[in-house]
């Protein structure tokens, strides 16, 4: 400690004495001082100093006379014999807030009114739509003005998140002025959280953000509740611990953010080391562990799939997944919508999807042959979005109809009935034994018709099974061994994307593989 101005007009001043006292113990009555002649500063050692406790040094002077001049206290000092702490929060509030608009110099401004708490921690957000040109933000905070970072989000907005250390306890005012590209309307969320619980941890102190591709946002929440944060320096390495992308600088200890801009390549890990000194002279190194890898490119989105369940009530539900990933900075979520088109919602709004790769989704009023279109966004942690749409999908949920379809035999023989005669009551019949051909048409269905199923029976027997002809519908049947005098019935149905079947339509034939046999009488009619 040391002092001055004392005087002694008449005998002088002979020796000073000083001490050194608890501030929060002190009694005149027990203070041990100490001789230090005509010295003007003094140190004392092998004192038992407690940490957090305040000490004042004081001195007084004696005269010749030995007259004692009034004794004088020096400003407390606290004592600090821990270095910074990092801590992490684990819970925050919202505050609530008064917003008004200003204009400085045609450059408009949000200023946001609130009751603060020293030393208490916060966090202030929000997002800006609809910019057309680049923002340069400056946020203003008990006269401090900064750079305020911001992240451009998939959807085009930006966002914008700040952690700031109260310097004042009382109500206090934020300003960020935007510039004149902004309009009020833009402004969105704004809001400021306080935390409301702090856990010390050292490990945790640093985090840091991609905001853009050559850009990170970093934070540093670090104190000292004796002593006070001296000077805090950063730097960033691609290892733990080293610099080899940024050296170690100062950055404003009290506001807690800084951005790092350096020409990241995509995949480089990204590792934060931050040296803190309090006014003890204390330091603390902390680091960032893991590190973040830089990422230049949106998720990888495949093999999107979307199945379609309908229950007895004809109430459609859809169910769908897909293939994600991202091996950088991973997948922060995945939205989807259903629209009637490419690239619309008007069936289902985007929302989030029940997992990264799933959804599951319930709609009652959907009609039979309505097609359906799946729109998939995944975002990953660097707001790098892919859209992915699937194949229309079709609603099934009736049957294909055969009111007015019909299946016919096509006879192949020297001798047979045309198709026509079944018309007029005529029996449909061949004379060939080994083949059968038949056509039909006219199904519908409203959504699509994907195959036919037919079969030939004989007198209950079948004669051949159910068989798929895809689309088509003529078919000829080869190397049958047909009974004369036996009729042939065929079935026919239609079935589409839904597996449900139609109603079978059927068609006879006849087969006579022998001529009729003559009577022995001749008629001659003229």
Request: charged share 15%; proline share 3%.
């Amino acid at each position: 400690m040391s002092w001055h101005g004392f005087q002694d007009h008449y005998s002088g001043i002979k020796y000073y004495m000083v001490a050194i006292s608890n501030v929060k113990e002190y009694n005149s009555t027990n203070i041990s001082f100490t001789n230090v002649g005509l010295l003007t500063d003094y140190t004392f050692t092998n004192l038992n100093l407690k940490h957090g406790d305040s000490y004042s040094g004081i001195v007084k002077a004696v005269d010749a006379a030995g007259h004692e001049s009034i004794t004088v206290f020096s400003p407390a000092q606290l004592i600090d014999d821990s270095p910074p702490k990092g801590f992490i929060c684990d819970s925050t509030q919202q505050l609530a807030i008064d917003i008004f608009y200003q204009v400085n110099n045609d450059d408009p401004s949000v200023v946001v009114n609130a009751t603060f708490i020293k030393d208490n921690v916060y966090y202030i957000s929000g997002s800006v739509r609809s910019l057309q040109y680049d923002l340069f933000p400056v946020l203003t905070i008990d006269r401090s003005s900064v750079p305020l970072p911001f992240e451009k989000q998939h959807n085009g907005a930006f966002q914008y998140n700040y952690t700031f250390i109260s310097q004042v306890t009382g109500v206090q005012s934020i300003e960020i002025a935007f510039g004149a590209t902004v309009k009020d309307e833009m402004l969105q969320n704004l809001k400021v959280e306080e935390c409301t619980m702090l856990s010390e941890n050292n490990s945790s102190a640093l985090s840091m953000k991609q905001i853009g591709p050559y850009s990170v946002a970093v934070s540093v929440l670090i104190m000292d509740a004796e002593s006070g944060i001296r000077t805090v320096s950063l730097g960033a390495g691609t290892t733990k611990g080293g610099f080899q992308i940024k050296r170690l600088h100062q950055i404003h200890n009290q506001n807690n953010v800084g951005v790092i801009f350096a020409p990241f390549a995509h995949g480089t890990s990204v590792y934060l080391t931050a040296i803190a000194e309090n006014h003890a002279g204390l330091k603390t190194v902390f680091h960032s562990d893991p590190a973040i890898i830089i990422d230049h490119t949106a998720p990888i989105l495949t093999d999107i799939n979307v199945a379609v369940a309908v229950d007895r009530n004809n109430s459609v539900s859809l169910h769908g997944t897909w293939k994600v990933k991202d091996d950088e900075s991973g997948v922060q979520f995945c939205k989807f919508s259903v629209g009637s088109t490419t690239l619309t919602d008007d069936i289902q709004a985007e929302k989030d999807s029940d997992t990264l790769q799933s959804f599951h989704f319930d709609r009652k009023y959907l009609h039979h042959g309505d097609k359906v279109y799946v729109t998939v966004t995944c975002v990953n942690k660097v707001e790098l979005a892919t859209i992915v749409l699937s194949n229309p999908v079709t609603i099934y949920l009736d049957p294909p109809s055969s009111a007015h379809a019909f299946v016919n035999f096509m006879p192949v023989s020297q001798e047979s009935t045309s198709m026509s005669d079944s018309l007029f009551g005529e029996p449909v019949w061949q004379s060939n034994s080994n083949i059968l051909h038949m056509e039909w048409d006219n199904f519908e269905d409203r959504s699509q018709i994907t195959s036919y199923r037919y079969r030939i029976l004989s007198n209950g027997e079948i004669v051949v099974d159910w068989m798929d002809s895809g689309l088509k519908n003529t078919i000829s049947n080869f190397h049958l061994n047909l009974m004369s005098g036996q009729t042939y019935n065929a079935e026919v149905k239609a079935l589409n994307g839904g597996d449900l079947n139609s109603s079978s339509i059927q068609s006879s034939l006849v087969l006579v593989s022998e001529p009729p046999a003559l009577s022995g009488l001749v008629f001659v009619t003229e």
